[in-house]
């Protein structure tokens, strides 16, 4: 487990892991198996996720956070694909929300990490450049970064309605400053274990790492996402996901 006896911002060595949950079952891709084995180019899209942590060379350590009845299958699952020698990847269940699966990985890394990556198995494509921008932005002193897209459409804040029904339109943000977070985030690994021991939110849990650090009064940065670090939620997204990998594999990129 990591060392808590570190004070938050002295001076060390770096050493980075990656925590990817992936216990959830994911209902808006419909019935079948878990959201982050669902197959992307015949590959399930959790190994292309821990694919992408471990192309990072400051990757050492990735930890998947799986389902509890599935752990040990899921081991087996990534035993069968080849990943980089070089990263030690570690598999532990996780609890019934994304708060306690994160909390369980960060409890499974080794005492000698000192900043960690929290990356969505359902983003199995993000760059390894946009990894490494977030590695490096932490590394150099911020506690905690998220990658980040400017938005294309205009957004409006309204009040929640029925499914299906209008709903009024209370305001309008400005667009420049806003700004879609991709994954991973990456945190200095003190900050984040403080996050996961003082910030409670009940019910589902935190879904969002960096929003849990914010609550601390600690600033988070953002760092240039990527378009292909996309999330895959849906059907369609799915599609867009097999253009992209087809499109790297004829190019040799992949």
Known sequence: MYDESRPEGAPHLHHTAAVIPAAGRGVRLGPGAPKALRSLGGIPMLVHAVRAMARSRAVSVVVVVAPPADAADVRLLLDEHA???RTEVL???GGETRQESV???LDALPGHITSVLVHDAA???????TVDAVVEAVREGAPAVVPGLPLADTVKEVEPGKPGEPEPVVATPERARLRAVQTPQGFDLATLARAHREIDLGGEGATDDAGMVERLGITVTVVPGH???FKVTRPLDLVLAEAVLARRRATDAY
């Open 83 to 85: 990943l980089p020698d």
């Open 91 to 93: 598999v532990v269940p």
């Open 103 to 105: 909390r369980a990985g």
């Open 123 to 129: 983003r199995p494509l993000v760059p390894v450049d």
């Open 227 to 229: 378009e292909e670090a």
